[in-house]
């Protein structure tokens, strides 16, 4: 009897072990499968020229390179401050606050929403009002992404500062928004940046939201007002495309894509074990 | 520099009240998306109306018959069938993380299968149309069709010609994309168990695996509901790994091996080349439904989680 349950506990945790493995086979295969594609397709060219026509090989992701960086900034621009200020609201003035739980519930479950619906609101809004798409809309799609997330972590990074700090300063006379900015954020700021590093990760991989917003150009664009390009639309426009040099290319672009947000993300997770550690 | 005390005041209640309104764009944003949803699919809910709509599996932009049954079923299944896969591997990662990984190892498999989450969606499809498809075309599908489909009855899941592009792949993905979501609440939720429950079941002599089973999981059951119906949330919103490997062919599936379509795909495909005013209503009537079906999976999800917080 005593054997059998022995036997029956082994059985289990070598079941255990093999999950993990099964998680870190995937990791891997991922990986290394975007690595290798990656890397033959990585050429000087491939960053620094415009398109090729379709269908002549040549060509570079230039255009989709910078059309990303500046959807991404301005998503970043509109995004971060907002993040950041609604996130202090539920932390420090309306902490006691039932509707602070609220927001707070609702973000959470806001960064889950699907990132498409949220490309499809943006639509309504922005995009057919105008007439045409836009990168400006693309980047307030990802805006919207970026927000609750950023919320959430710079609420409880600033919940993590001790309650008698800020009570020290009250004490010397300092109005709250002095002592929210000179103690709260002074000692917060490296979570709230890993809270912002994350959310740029977060964004950066984001297709489905750009799709009915910024969509896609086939030239260097730098107009805000007009459609642009991005590397992950292009992705998909590439790798559905039939042509084998579209293929490569859309593979270059998953590699660029994929360091950037890996190295994100374990910058990110790096700051906040030294934060934690310290 | 030196304010004086009154504008001090005035500036505090300024920020204050902007900080307030970032707060409450929350509210606004969700309030907003529902809102707009609703106001563009209208046209589509009065023609077709709700349970017409729901029911009906045509989906013609010519003669603008629409009806969301097929995409509907498409993204419940394809869902559900990648928790089936997702739910028990994610379990074991978790109970791997918190009792049985030395410490060492612990943080590095962590931090591993978090990666896992990073990896952009459309690099899931990418990678999931170059390189799984076809290997699943290849070798894992006429195996698996060689196998178990001689059974009776559970064969015909594994009818149909191989091609890769199908249901099996695409939930395969999905299943892979959500691990480690559910991972990391399980595992937030095995980390609470207070460790006297769990010596006491060891002093009577319990092993390991029965102190997990009957100690750790029905303590954990709310967190771990919880977490399945985040990672539940997540896959139905899931995109661009879906558009790649599922085919868009508005057709229900008549085995594993069938390709069909989503919700999410049936946007992608079609939302930019909608050119009838109806066609766009109907996507957004699906968009709508999706977004409704997603806010309250999550918003269950939520909840539990929170609930085993506070316990």
Not at chain 2, 222 to 243: D, Y
Request: hydrophobic fraction near 55%; include cysteine.
């Amino acid at each position: 009897m005593i054997k059998k349950r022995k036997i029956l506990n082994n059985i289990a945790l070598f079941f255990c072990i093999l999950t993990a493995i099964w998680g870190l086979f995937w990791l891997f295969f991922i990986l290394i499968d975007v690595i290798r594609h990656g890397l033959t397709a990585l050429t000087p060219s491939l960053i620094l020229n415009d398109p090729a026509p379709p269908g002549i090989p040549g060509g570079g992701l230039k255009h989709a390179i910078i059309g990303h960086f500046f959807i991404t900034l301005t998503a970043t621009l509109i995004g971060v401050p907002l993040g950041i200020l609604g996130g202090t609201f539920l932390a420090e003035y309306g902490r006691n606050l039932k509707v602070s739980r609220i927001i707070s519930f609702l973000s959470d479950i806001m960064v889950s929403v699907p990132a498409i619906i949220v490309g499809a609101f943006v639509y309504a809004l922005f995009v057919r009002p105008v007439g045409h798409f836009n990168a400006l809309s693309g980047g307030l799609a990802l805006a919207i992404i970026m927000i609750p997330v950023i919320v959430k972590t710079t609420e409880n990074m600033l919940s993590l500062i001790p309650w008698t700090l800020r009570e020290a300063a009250f004490a010397l006379g300092a109005p709250y928004y002095k002592v929210i900015f000179q103690i709260v954020y002074r000692g917060a700021g490296v979570g709230i940046f890993t809270g912002v590093i994350l959310a740029i990760a977060r964004v950066t991989g984001e297709a489905a939201p750009l799709l009915f917003t910024s969509f896609n150009n086939a030239f260097t664009s730098y107009n805000l007002f007009q459609p642009m390009a991005s590397l992950t639309v292009t992705i998909f426009q590439y790798a559905m495309g039939p042509y084998e040099d579209w293929h490569r290319q859309a593979w270059g672009a998953s590699f660029l894509i994929t360091l950037f947000i890996l190295f994100l993300a374990v910058l990110g997770r790096y700051l906040i074990k030294r934060r934690f550690r310290s | 520099m030196k304010i004086s005390p009154s504008k001090e005041h005035l500036f505090n209640l300024f920020f204050l009240i902007i900080t307030f309104f970032a707060a409450f764009l929350i509210i606004f944003l969700l309030f907003g998306i529902f809102l707009i949803l609703f106001k563009e699919s209208f046209p589509a809910m009065q023609r077709f109306g709700f349970l017409n709509f729901i029911l009906s599996s045509s989906w013609d932009p010519v003669k603008e018959l629409f009806g969301g049954a097929i995409p509907l079923f498409g993204t419940l299944i394809t869902s559900f069938l990648a928790l089936i896969v997702a739910v028990p591997i994610a379990l074991g990662i978790a109970v791997f993380i918190t009792e049985v990984a030395p410490k060492a190892f612990k943080e590095i498999i962590g931090m591993a299968i978090e990666l896992l989450a990073a990896i952009p969606s459309i690099i899931y499809g990418m990678w999931g149309l170059f390189t799984l498809a076809p290997l699943q075309a290849k070798y894992v599908e006429p195996f698996l069709q060689k196998t178990l489909g001689k059974l009776p009855l559970l064969g015909k899941l594994f009818s149909g010609t191989p091609l890769g592009i199908d249901l099996f792949t695409a939930s395969l993905i999905l299943s892979i994309m959500i691990i480690p979501f559910t991972a990391s609440v399980a595992r937030d939720a095995f980390q609470i168990v207070p460790s006297v429950l769990k010596e006491s079941a060891y002093g009577i002599g319990a092993t390991k695996w029965e102190v997990i089973k009957d100690v750790v999981f029905p303590y954990c059951k709310l967190g771990i509901l919880g977490g399945i119906g985040l990672s539940l949330g997540r896959a139905l919103g899931e995109t661009m790994a879906v558009a790649f490997v599922l085919g868009n062919l508005n057709q229900f599936p008549t085995s594993l091996f069938s390709a069909t379509a989503t919700v999410t795909v049936k946007l992608a495909n079609e939302f930019t080349e909608a050119e009838k005013d109806i066609h766009l209503a109907a996507l957004f009537y699906l968009a709508f439904l999706l977004f409704l079906m997603s806010f309250t999976i999550l918003a269950l999800g939520k909840y539990f989680t929170e609930r085993i917080k506070t316990k």
